[in-house]
């Protein structure tokens, strides 16, 4: 089955930010976004240690230690940016004044429920983070994720089996075969790989999958 790289995953979700749009990209996966929205379109990306106005990632040699994000990667800081006290950071994530969070997951429901900071496990090491914050406080959430785990089960399914980061706050999933849109009627595919069917992501996800209206 062809499958999208991470670079790939990280351009698709870019090519959704709209101009103007202030956007939180959680640790991990969804930092790589940043290295692909256009320089002509103004975005500006917040991080919940107290970042504003965030660019790509740094090249090699020109990283400044006291310049990371929430993931403690070095970043950069675009002309205009700013940083401010952790506190401030949270306020405005919890006070709804972003408009898009990207977030990893371990798992996510059809009707759009969150589970992205533990497994549960006896012998996992929780880590919320800022994501409950994030996924009650943003206008839109967006999850970025492999559609199965390294054991081949679906993390879109029909109930999440993981403790809940947040109920019903997640709109859209962009995996490496498909992007799905979610709601209170389930999950519909928005689009998928070339050479992926909806007969396959059926089978691999066990959802009774439709086409979005306009995919």
């Known amino acids: 089955m062809n499958r999208l790289s991470r670079d790939q995953?990280?351009?698709?979700?870019?090519?959704?930010?709209?101009?103007?749009?202030?956007?939180?990209?959680?640790?991990?996966?969804?930092?790589t976004v940043a290295n692909f929205l256009p320089a002509d379109k103004e975005i500006f990306l917040q991080s919940e240690n107290g970042l504003l106005g965030m660019g790509p990632a740094p090249s090699?040699?020109?990283?400044?230690?006291?310049?990371?994000?929430?993931?403690?990667?070095?970043?950069?800081?675009?002309?205009?940016?700013?940083?401010?006290?952790?506190?401030?950071?949270?306020?405005?994530?919890?006070?709804?004044?972003?408009?898009?969070?990207?977030?990893?997951?371990?798992?996510?429901?059809?009707q759009g429920d969150l589970a992205n900071w533990s497994t549960g496990a006896a012998d996992a090491i929780p880590a919320v983070g800022g994501a409950m914050d994030l996924a009650i406080g943003a206008k839109q959430v967006f999850v970025m994720m492999d559609l199965l785990t390294k054991q081949g089960q679906s993390k879109l399914v029909a109930e999440c089996?993981?403790?809940?980061?947040?109920?019903?706050?997640?709109?859209?999933?962009?995996?490496?075969?498909?992007?799905?849109?979610?709601?209170?009627?389930?999950?519909?595919?928005?689009e998928m790989v070339d050479g992926v069917t909806l007969a396959q992501l059926r089978e691999l996800t066990g959802l009774p999958l439709q086409m979005s209206e306009g995919a």
């Open 9 to 31: 995953m990280a351009a698709r979700v870019a090519r959704d930010i709209p101009e103007g749009a202030y956007v939180n990209l959680g640790i991990g996966l969804p930092t």
């Open 60 to 110: 090699p040699g020109e990283e400044d230690p006291d310049l990371i994000n929430a993931g403690k990667q070095p970043v950069t800081l675009l002309t205009g940016g700013c940083y401010f006290h952790h506190a401030d950071s949270f306020a405005m994530m919890r006070g709804g004044h972003l408009d898009i969070c990207v977030l990893g997951a371990f798992q996510v429901s059809a």
């Open 161 to 190: 089996s993981y403790p809940l980061t947040g109920l019903r706050c997640v709109s859209r999933v962009y995996t490496d075969v498909a992007v799905f849109d979610l709601g209170k009627d389930g999950a519909t595919v928005l």
